[in-house]
């Protein structure tokens, strides 16, 4: 799923789920049943034919990310989900990473807001490019005596060469 909105906001809800969920190749019966369940599951029943548009940006992030996993592949990458959106509609966003994480499907998560890295099983950090941390949230702030994770980033930053 890309940083950018990426879904059809000239189409309803439920025709982008059946566009993604088609290319994906999911046959009729698969996609009427995963279209029933993400819309009950984000309480979208009432926007099935609302135009992508007219969602707010919170809940056009959490239908991006629910069709991207519609076809319940084993990974997927999240490119900065929550960027943008209001603070409720962030916390629900996760709620629905955890209910994927416990479905089988591994998450990865690129976020520049560290309070989100804490919800994490792993974190990895890079400066410069390259990889300088990698490890369980809890683990990374007992390395580096801090209280947060955002304190563990902005120590090993410091490190950056500046060209």
Known sequence: MSQKFALYEDL?????????????????KEIKSRTDEILEQLDFQNERNTLVKALPLGWKQKLAFSISIIHQ???????????GV?????????????????????????????DEAEYCNRICILVDGKI???????QLK???????????????????IRN
């Open 132 to 138: 300088v941390a990698l490890d369980s949230p809890k």
């Open 86 to 114: 209001d603070p409720a509609a962030r916390r629900q966003f996760w709620e629905l990473i955890y209910q994927t994480t416990d479905k089988g499907i591994t998450v990865f998560v690129t976020t520049h807001y560290m």
């Open 12 to 28: 309803k809800v439920c025709e982008n789920m059946r566009l993604y969920a088609g290319i994906y190749g999911l046959n009729d």
């Open 73 to 83: 592949p084993e990974i997927v990458f999240l490119d900065e989900p929550t960027g």
């Open 142 to 160: 007992e390395t580096y005596s801090a209280q947060n994770i955002d304190e563990v980033f902005r120590l090993l930053a410091r490190k950056a």
